[in-house]
């Protein structure tokens, strides 16, 4: 993922549209709202890498712990959790991945043409050179 990063969006040639789908039961749901809570304040990856390293028993406490660890404002992010303010967002994001076929993460998409699973890098680069190519780019 990061060389991805690097060579096609540090660069501006391609965008990524992070979409939520937690199908791994109620604490997905909530881990998919922390991480929102979390961009709130600019830590959305160091989160979701955080919480995915910690996986196990993911209570409110210890998504609270996890953006202490982030180096996120605990207080403000506890504010927003228990607002249930991103409830809605994750909600339609995952009914759209249903609708889109998804039934797994992570799934990914580049043009429209999916990928399940985690591919080696070269897979993915092929098909961003193809969409590229195609917007002749």
């Not at 096609?8 to 709202?33: C, D, M, Q």
């Not at 660890?69 to 249903?98: E, I, P």
Request: negative net charge; contains cysteine.
């Amino acid at each position: 993922g990061q060389q991805i990063i690097r060579e096609y969006v540090n660069t501006g040639r391609v965008k990524i549209i992070y979409r939520h789908f937690p199908f791994l039961g109620p604490e997905s749901w909530r881990v998919a709202e922390a991480s929102e809570c979390a961009a709130e304040q600019g830590g959305f990856h160091a989160y979701e890498e955080t919480a995915y390293v910690n996986q196990g028993s993911l209570t409110d406490e210890s998504l609270g712990i996890f953006a202490q660890m982030t180096g996120l404002d605990v207080d403000q992010f506890n504010s927003c959790l228990n607002s249930n303010k991103y409830a809605a967002r994750v909600r339609h994001d995952h009914d759209a991945g249903k609708q889109l076929g998804v039934n797994s993460t992570p799934t990914i998409f580049i043009d429209g043409f999916k990928i399940r699973g985690v591919k080696p890098y070269g897979e993915y680069r092929v098909k961003i050179e193809q969409a590229l190519a195609a917007a002749g780019q």
